[in-house]
């Protein structure tokens, strides 16, 4: 079945770039029946939707992370990826990434998470 | 702030039932945008738990089940279990801005 696995650095330090990549196996990330998203949790608070890709590169960014936020894909690798520049504490999380069916618009598929921490 | 306003805690005793509204707005749920629920046990990714308003993805029980009215949707759980003890979040869409998918600020079920 397919499996959704975030990686990337567990620390960064602020004013830098946040950079995870989420790699998909069992299924292709090229299939166009999916969006690929980013959602982050900071501990003990809520879920906050980041954004979303497309295969063909098409992008949708939550406005209030819009100017940080770079999402892209590797449809090679079969992989997308998530960069963050900028970062404060404030976005110290649990990153998840997510897949969201095109036609039914719910999260059917989720990622472990990967915890980010931005400390000096 | 959320879009999608959730009580913040509940709770229940075992095989009681217990409810967990989401309520939203006419550019969202009255819209007629769907409901989506997720379970979250802590320290684990949140799973899809109902979608669409009432639909159970294979493997989920049926003491859960949603319900949609007017600007509003619940998650009913009968038959409560320790296990059940977890975080829910609604989603749907919402219209307003630039629209795109927005969560509830999430509910956390203690089984007494």
């Known amino acids: 079945q397919v499996q959704l696995q975030e990686s990337g650095p567990g620390l960064v330090k602020p004013s830098q770039t946040l950079s995870l990549t989420c790699s998909v196996s069992g299924g292709s990330i090229s299939s166009g029946s999916y969006y690929w998203s980013w959602i982050r949790q900071p501990a003990g608070k809520g879920l906050e939707l980041i954004g979303r890709i497309f295969y063909s590169g098409s992008t949708k960014y939550n406005p209030s992370l819009k100017s940080r936020v770079t999402i892209s894909v590797d449809t090679s690798k079969n992989q997308f990826s998530l960069k963050l520049s900028s970062v404060t504490a404030a976005d110290t999380a649990v990153y998840y990434c997510?897949?969201?069916?095109?036609?039914?618009?719910?999260?059917?598929?989720w990622g472990r998470g990967t915890m980010v921490t931005v400390s000096s | 702030h959320s879009v999608l306003t959730q009580p913040p805690s509940v709770s229940g005793a075992p095989g009681q039932k217990v409810t967990i509204s989401c309520t939203g707005s006419n550019t969202n749920i009255g819209a007629g945008y769907d409901v989506h629920w997720y379970q979250q046990v802590p320290g684990t990714a949140p799973i899809l738990l109902i979608h669409?308003?009432?639909n159970r993805p294979s493997g989920v029980p049926d003491r859960f089940s949603g319900s949609k009215s007017g600007t509003s949707a619940s998650l009913a759980i009968t038959g409560l279990q320790a296990e059940d003890e977890a975080d829910y979040y609604c989603q749907s869409y919402d219209s307003s801005q630039s629209g795109d998918w927005v969560f509830g600020g999430g509910t956390r079920l203690t089984v007494l």
């Open positions: 997510a897949r969201v069916d095109v036609s039914f618009w719910y999260f059917d598929l």
């Open positions: 669409d308003n009432n």
